[in-house]
């Protein structure tokens, strides 16, 4: 019975183990950009700060209204590109994502169905440049688009991250992202 104790224990160690991913910070030859990268894992995701002036700019080419436009730049906005590096399908509902700022509680993003519902309330008819709350991905498969988190500018957190393949679920922690200043200059 004593051996089997250990063994019990690191079995029970090993399910409650998160998939932690390595998180890469890149920083531009220019250094006007940086990214945040974990990959390593079934789910790689990139994360890339988006000056609260380029939402505004990139929305206001969509013609939203004023008020819509700072509401959406209010928000910590980030660009992702999410790979499935697996040769088996992955999905994610970020639903089970979270952010926590330093010394904060978990939070869950800002989805893409809530901006919409947002932004048809105010006649707007635009869906193209946020993350899906929920995909699939096949074996290679990639996609992009903005998470937006409620963050005031230059925040620092972690983000974690989950998905599911072969009926388990995973997650990851993208470590030490920090929120976009006001301007990218």
Not at 63 to 80: H, M, N, Q, R, T
Not at 82 to 103: K, L
Not at 132 to 142: H, I, M, N, S, V
Request: charged content about 20%; proline content about 6%; glycine content about 8%.
């Amino acid at each position: 019975m004593c051996l089997l104790r250990p063994s019990l224990l690191a079995f029970l160690i090993a399910l409650a183990v998160p998939a932690f991913a390595g998180t890469e910070k890149r920083v531009s030859p220019s250094g006007t950009s940086t990214a945040w990268i974990a990959t390593g894992q079934h789910l790689s995701i990139e994360l890339i700060p988006v000056a609260p002036d380029a939402v505004r700019a990139m929305y206001a080419r969509k013609d939203f209204p004023k008020s819509l436009l700072e509401d959406i730049a209010g928000y910590c906005v980030l660009g992702s590109i999410i790979r499935n590096e697996t040769d088996a399908e992955i999905s994610y509902d970020m639903n089970g994502w979270r952010f926590t700022a330093q010394g904060g509680q978990p939070q869950l993003p800002r989805t893409k169905d809530e901006w919409l519902g947002l932004w048809r309330q105010q006649g707007v008819d635009f869906s193209y440049s946020l993350l899906p709350a929920a995909q699939t991905f096949e074996p290679g498969d990639w996609s992009q688009g903005m998470i937006t988190l409620k963050l005031p500018r230059g925040a620092r957190f972690d983000f974690t991250y989950t998905w599911m393949q072969h009926g388990k679920k995973f997650s990851a922690t993208v470590e030490g992202v920090q929120c976009a200043k006001e301007s990218a200059h």
